[in-house]
Each structure stands twice: as structure tokens, then as C-alpha cells.
């Protein structure tokens, strides 16, 4: 019988994570200050806890997860199973062999939990009272609101519009935890103030959103802003899901192919990806890296540049593949992925040529098909960003199934739909 659990034992949770600066094929571009105005940088020690700030620019190829993170880490169900899909093989009649990452087994549903937990707990050792930040699926703000909620800190979540007017039951989970939500655009911060202004019924943006928590955090000595993606050490912190991976893969023997993952910000598909990045580069292995995005929001092929991280230019300028701190996007489903840029190391790896992109059109239902098939095959509810990988695993196992190619396909499910079904419903024509 073909083994479609794998599973790794508490005791073989990674007790470190990956830190691929210094494996990069050129140097990280440092972060930088416009020529005028104050300056971005010497005011992030305002913004940020000091531990995720000293993991940003770390040097150490590995960096030990304090223990107090893996008791955490455990209390969050890590391990996570990775399966073998044998039944969506079988329904594609393909020679390929696909394997998932069981993101969705999150108590909050996402992988944002992964970084959740070391953000708060760094702040709190900083004696930080209240964490501030952003989300636009949602998935974000209720992971850091678990990971206050456990570790005993305010939080304060500032949510893109367009998104927290469908979605009332991951508000409610936001507050049943204990935060405070405010849709952005606000009126509690000026940004916010004057976009309103301009236009009572504006949709928000992530970059608007992240505008307004960094705001808050810097207004508020005893607050720290914390972010769901793009930086450095949340790339970092992401990697358990890859190193788990590659412990549960050499239990059956398999080694990937194809690695692939949706990317908004590029937290999950980093995670993912780069511990077998490092093979790629350090071992020359032969692996193919595909992000998957949305017509919408296609920011790898954004050209590789100096942008803000946010839309208000608080942030430094961070060399990353953008599409404009100041565009606006049409919102979608998959919320998630609709940020203006490239995490800096993605960025990086892909001006390397090391990450191709998959490109899905803005209606979705291409996407939503291919989950229905996941769903009815697999039995498990992804969430809209997930399908974009599912979408991108299942025509990769088809391209095999012309080919005759036996290749190993492994894809993040980065987390469930169970507080996203009216986007389903709308997309896949679903009536009650
Ligand atoms: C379930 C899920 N997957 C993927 C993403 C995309 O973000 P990132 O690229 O940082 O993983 C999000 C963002 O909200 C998400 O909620």
C-alpha cells in the first residue's frame, strides 16, 4: 500500500531555522533611505521588536528557534503531515507523483502561524504591550491574534476593506481571540483620514493597511508593528515548513522536481521552497521553482527595483520585484495575493533566474475548478491563495501525463476555505 501520510514526531520538529542570505548567489541588496525626508531606517527600532530586527539582516546560516517557540510550535500541531495525493494522481491518470504540505491544519487556518508565535513572543520579551498590524485575507490578522492571545499581548488589526466586508466570521474569530479590528482605510490614523476623505467607500490595499499599522506603532512607545510576509525573518521563520518537508520526503525516498506555491508577499512559497533553494544552490540539484500568482497582482514580473513597502513611504526602499507602492488592485478571492511586491529574498532568487511564475487569470474560475477537483479527490477545503498552487500542481501532473514523465511534484496547501465559502459558492456556482 502506497504510504499517503507522512508524518514526523514532535521530537523531530526542526530546532532551527534557515537563514539563505548568506547561501545567496549575490549579495542582498541592503535596504535603503530616499534622498530626502527622515530617515526610514534609523526609525525602525520605533516600528519593530529588536529580535526581528537582528534576524534581519542575520548572518548565521542557521538560527535556533527559542524553546519556549517549539512548545508553541507543537501546541499549534507541528509537526504537519505532508500526503502523497494519490487519489488527484489517479483522477489525473498521470505518472507524476504529488506530494502536499498540510498547511491548513492551523488552529487559525494558515501558515501564517509559523510566524505568529516568534514575533510575539520576541516583542513580549522586549516588554512590548501591544502588537499592531495589517491583513488583507484575514488569515494574518487571526494568526497573530492567536499568537497574542497565547502569549498575552493587545493587538490591533487593520484590515483591507474590500475583503472584511465578505468575510464576518474571520472578524469575529479576530475578536473572539481577543483583538481589536478596524477596517482601512480608518479614521484613526491621518493616512487613513485622508484617503477617506478622497473617497468615503475606498476598498483599502494591503499597502494602505500596513500604512496605517506602522503608523499606530510608531505613535506608541509601547507598541511594536508586526508584518505577515515580504521581510526577511518571516521568510525565516517560514522555513520550518520546508525543512519539515525535506525530513518527511527522505522517509519515502523522494526528492522534488517541481516545487510549487502561490505568492503574494512570498511567506509561504518561501517557506516551501527554500530549504531546497539551498540544494539548488549550494549542490546544484535540478529542482524547478514555480510561484503561482494572479493576473491581478503579478508582482514577479514587476521590474527588480527600489520601492516602499508601504503605501504611505514609511518603510526604507527594499530592493524587490514591484509592481508600485501606489498601484491599485482589483480585488479578488485570494486576497492574499494581491500585495504590490516580492519579498526581497524572492526577488533576489529570481533576478538569479532560480523562480518561474505561473500566471492565473483574474476571474478565478479557472483556479476554483482545479480546488473542486483537490477538494472531491483529497477531501480538504483549501483557501482561495491555495488553489493557485493546486491549480499550477495539477497542469504540471497533466504536462506529465503528455510527456510520460515521472516527475515528483510537491505544492503547499497554505491553508483551508472554511471561512471563505460565499467565494466559492460565487465562483463555482453553488446555490443554497
Ligand atoms: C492562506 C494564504 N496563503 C497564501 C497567502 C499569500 O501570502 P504569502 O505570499 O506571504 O504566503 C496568504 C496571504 O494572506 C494566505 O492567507
Given at each position: 500500500m502506497t504510504q499517503t501520510k507522512i508524518t514526523l514526531h514532535p521530537?523531530?520538529?526542526?530546532k532551527k531555522w534557515y537563514n539563505i542570505l548568506p547561501d545567496l548567489p549575490t549579495p542582498m541588496p541592503p535596504p535603503k533611505d530616499p534622498?530626502?525626508?527622515?530617515s526610514r531606517l534609523q526609525n525602525l527600532p520605533n516600528i519593530f521588536s529588536k529580535g526581528v530586527l537582528s534576524q534581519?539582516?542575520?548572518?548565521?546560516?542557521f538560527i535556533p528557534i527559542p524553546p519556549a517557540v517549539q512548545e508553541l510550535y507543537i501546541q499549534s500541531g507541528r509537526p504537519r503531515p505532508l500526503y502523497r495525493a494519490k487519489r488527484l494522481e489517479q483522477l489525473l491518470n498521470t505518472p507524476a507523483k504529488l506530494y502536499y504540505k498540510s498547511?491548513?491544519?492551523?488552529?487559525?487556518?494558515?501558515?501564517?502561524?509559523n510566524t505568529a508565535i516568534p514575533q510575539v513572543y520576541y516583542a513580549k520579551q522586549q516588554g512590548i504591550k501591544r502588537m499592531t498590524t495589517e491583513t488583507g485575507a484575514g488569515q494574518w490578522g487571526t494568526a497573530l491574534a492567536y499568537a497574542c492571545s497565547l502569549l498575552k499581548m493587545n493587538l490591533t488589526v487593520y484590515w483591507v476593506k474590500a475583503v472584511a466586508d465578505w468575510k464576518p466570521d474571520r472578524r469575529q474569530f479576530m475578536q473572539l481571540l481577543g483583538a481589536t479590528v478596524y477596517n482601512s482605510?480608518?479614521?484613526?490614523t491621518s493616512i487613513g483620514k485622508k484617503l477617506l476623505k478622497q473617497n468615503p467607500n475606498h476598498h483599502g490595499s494591503l499597502g494602505i493597511a500596513i500604512a496605517e499599522a506602522v503608523q499606530d506603532a510608531a505613535n506608541d512607545p509601547t507598541a511594536a508593528y508586526s508584518l505577515g510576509s515580504v521581510l526577511n525573518h518571516v521568510l525565516l521563520h517560514q522555513t520550518i515548513i520546508g525543512l519539515e518537508t525535506k525530513k518527511q520526503l527522505q522517509q519515502v525516498n523522494a526528492y522534488p522536481d517541481t516545487v510549487i506555491s502561490c505568492l503574494g508577499g512570498g511567506s509561504n512559497f518561501g517557506g516551501l521552497a527554500i530549504p531546497f533553494l539551498h540544494d539548488r544552490i549550494k549542490?546544484?540539484?535540478?529542482t524547478r521553482f514555480i510561484a503561482t500568482q494572479s493576473e491581478v497582482a503579478?508582482?514577479?514580473?514587476?521590474?527588480?527595483c527600489y520601492d516602499y513597502g508601504d503605501y504611505a513611504e514609511q518603510t526604507p526602499l527594499l530592493k524587490m520585484c514591484s509592481l508600485g507602492h501606489k498601484t491599485s488592485f482589483k480585488p479578488i478571492k485570494?486576497?492574499?495575493?494581491?500585495?504590490?511586491a516580492a519579498a526581497p529574498i524572492i526577488s533576489a532568487l529570481r533576478h538569479a533566474g532560480l523562480i518561474d511564475t505561473i500566471i492565473y487569470p483574474s476571474n478565478e474560475e479557472y483556479v476554483f475548478n482545479k480546488a473542486k477537483l483537490f477538494i472531491q479527490t483529497e477531501g480538504f477545503l483549501p483557501a482561495p491563495e491555495s488553489a493557485y498552487s493546486i491549480a499550477a500542481a495539477i497542469d504540471e501532473a497533466k504536462k506529465c501525463k503528455k510527456t510520460g514523465e515521472k516527475k515528483t511534484i510537491l505544492f503547499n496547501v497554505?491553508?483551508?476555505?472554511f471561512m471563505d465559502m460565499q467565494g466559492y459558492a460565487e465562483k463555482l456556482n453553488i446555490r443554497s
Open positions: 521530537d523531530d520538529l526542526p534622498t530626502d525626508g527622515p534581519e539582516g542575520a548572518t548565521d546560516r498547511e491548513f491544519y492551523s488552529p487559525t487556518g494558515s501558515h501564517k502561524v482605510p480608518s479614521n484613526r549542490k546544484q540539484t535540478s503579478p508582482n514577479l514580473t514587476g521590474e527588480y485570494a486576497d492574499g495575493l494581491r500585495y504590490h497554505s491553508g483551508h476555505g
